[in-house]
């Protein structure tokens, strides 16, 4: 039998909060329990939001709260050949496409298609792309390109879902197979303006690479659960478990958030909690099992 094998994957965006411990607890008590391997990445592909200062507070406050991982560390940011890899992999099948479009633009589009900006359909990363770039003639495309215009990698979603033989499923712990459609979120972006690959490229990458059986993370990132099925699809890698787990909330019952004021570990920690008292208030204490 392969020996399950979790993974935490923050993004260095801030100092790791209370929401944090409850999801990298549950996966490192998944491994644990089940004499797995416990991984811990690092997901800083966007220079815009990542700081090297949260970075390095990361494997700091994990192991104050008393996890420990298995093998090195893996920091996307190291690996951006590997992503360029996939992306030229998914190119040379014709499954992707520039996009020159601004967020204004986009916005702008949507408006004149008579959809209120409130009311047009979302995807996990935002307004659902119209296709504005899919459409534009091949010789324009080649011409925006040569003068070097700023663009980003888009998913073909019609052609990607023609490909993969249609929509994925995947297997949810404790709720059986769970049907994926993907289509309703468009030409996702797999490249950015400003960051080499998006999340959605890299995460499905490392899972693959490292290995990982068992994707523990938040509910919040279900939806995007859709997408990363399809990929794994069409790269002709395996399909991991998942458990989306409840979000923590706070006081106010909303979900723990740093820009909420959601206090940050190393905080309770100057305050004088100790890792148990703070594996409780993960909703995790210790003994209550995975
Ligand atoms: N890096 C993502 C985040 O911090 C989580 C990725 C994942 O667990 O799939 O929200």
Redesign the pocket.
Known sequence: MTSIVTRF???PTGFLHLGHAHSALRGWRAARAAGGRFLLRI?DIDPTRCRPEYRAAIAEDLAWLGLDWDGPVRVQSEHLPDYAATLDRLAARGLLYPCFCTRAEIAREIAASGHAPHLAPMGPDGPVYPGTCRRLPSGVRAARLAAGEPHALRLDMAAALATAGGPPDYEEEGAGRVACDPGRFGDVVLARKDAPAS?HLC?THDDALQGVTL?T?GAD?RA?TDIHRLLQGLLGWPAPRYAHHPLLLGPDGRRLAKRDGAPALRELRAAGRSPAEVRAMAGLPDGAGP
């Open positions: 994957a923050p993004s997901e999340y995460v994707v993370r990132l995007a």
